[in-house]
Each structure stands twice: as structure tokens, then as C-alpha cells.
């Protein structure tokens, strides 16, 4: 497997646990929107036409139904591959366990958990080509955005292999930001 498929794996489910809350905040992003509008709506100011608050509104829903899509994806192909490899991936990218503590909770050697883990990588991503997310689909749909792409630049550039907690502490950062620049782009 290329590395960019191993990279793309660990960023789906490195975000995992990321797109409930971010799918709550464009929600809320939304309402806002929509109520505001109703204060800023001028004749004057084609930003806050009636056209451009719907582009607004209908891009936030279609950012949201990526997310809820990317989540159903990963919960499916988790299912999907073998229950060690679904438990390893889900203690090591989504709880953010160290290796160490996985190993002990799923009683496997150290030594072997390297291997498990590349070969559970390997089946979450043919897992995910069994359902028609291959990498250029991931590449086409997820690239540009700005919170998928953030945690995929951390990925490449190994920035979370560091510590444990400077990890959790990262993409925590990069998720407020992305919130952030969301919630800029409200009226």
C-alpha cells in the first residue's frame, strides 16, 4: 500500500471522533445565518441578499452531509474488516491510546502490534475501496477541505507522531481554528 493511502486512512479516522461536533456547530452556524439575515438584509448590500444567504446556507448543509457521509464511511469500514484490527485502529487513532496501552487492553505483544497495525491500516483502506472511497475519490472530496486536509498536512509531515498528547493537543487546535474561521463566514 502507497503511503498516501496509509496517511489518508489514519486522517479519516483521526477525524472521526471530530465531525459529530463539527456537523452540532454548522448547525448552529446555520441558525444564525438565517436569523440574522433577517437583521442585515439591505437593498444596499448584495452580501446579505436573499441569494447570498441561501449560497451560505446550502454550502453549510453540503459541508454537513460530507461529514455525516465521511462518518457513516469509517463506521462501515471498520465493521467490515476484522474485529482485532477494527479494535487496534479504533484504540489507536480514535481513543488515542498510546501502542503500548492497546497492546495491553487487547493482550497482544508490542512486537506484533506494529505489524497488526500496518495490516489493519491495509483493510481499512481496501475496505474503504470496497466502498467506492478510493484515495483519488478522498482526494477529489476531502482535499480542500479545510479541517480534512489540516489533519492530513499534520499526518504527512509526521507532526502528531511526536507524543501522545501533543497530538490530541494539535488537532484540538486545528479543530477550534476551522470552527473558527466557520463561524467567520456568519452575517
Known amino acids: 500500500m502507497t503511503s498516501n493511502k496509509k496517511i489518508w ?3 479519516l479516522l483521526s477525524s472521526y471522533n ?8 454548522i448547525d448552529k452556524i446555520i441558525e444564525k ?6 437583521y442585515c438584509f439591505s437593498f444596499q448590500n448584495s452580501e446579505n441578499s436573499i441569494e447570498n444567504i441561501s ?3 446550502i454550502n453549510f448543509s453540503n459541508r454537513k452531509i460530507d461529514y455525516i457521509n465521511l462518518k457513516v464511511i469509517i463506521e462501515k469500514a471498520l465493521k467490515s474488516i476484522p474485529k482485532i484490527s477494527a479494535k487496534l485502529l479504533i ?10 496501552r492497546a497492546c495491553e487492553l487487547l493482550n497482544i505483544t508490542l512486537r506484533s502490534s506494529y505489524r497488526r497495525l500496518n495490516n489493519a491500516l491495509d483493510e481499512f483502506c ?14 477529489v472530496n476531502y482535499s480542500t ?6 489533519i492530513f498536512k ?7 507522531l511526536i507524543e501522545e498528547k501533543a497530538e490530541v493537543i494539535t488537532k484540538d487546535c486545528v479543530f477550534n481554528r476551522y470552527l473558527n474561521e466557520l463561524m467567520a463566514n456568519v452575517i
Do not use: H, M, W
Open 91 to 100: 484504540l489507536k487513532f480514535i481513543q488515542k491510546l498510546s501502542i503500548e
Open 154 to 160: 499534520l499526518i504527512k509531515n509526521n507532526n502528531y
Open 55 to 57: 449560497k451560505k446556507i
Open 33 to 38: 445565518t438565517a436569523v440574522n439575515s433577517y
Open 126 to 139: 481496501a475496505s474503504l475501496t470496497t466502498f467506492g472511497f478510493t484515495i483519488e475519490k478522498l482526494e
Open 145 to 150: 477541505d479545510p479541517f480534512i486536509s489540516s
Open 18 to 25: 471530530y465531525l459529530g461536533r463539527l456537523c452540532e456547530s
Open 9 to 11: 486512512s489514519k486522517t
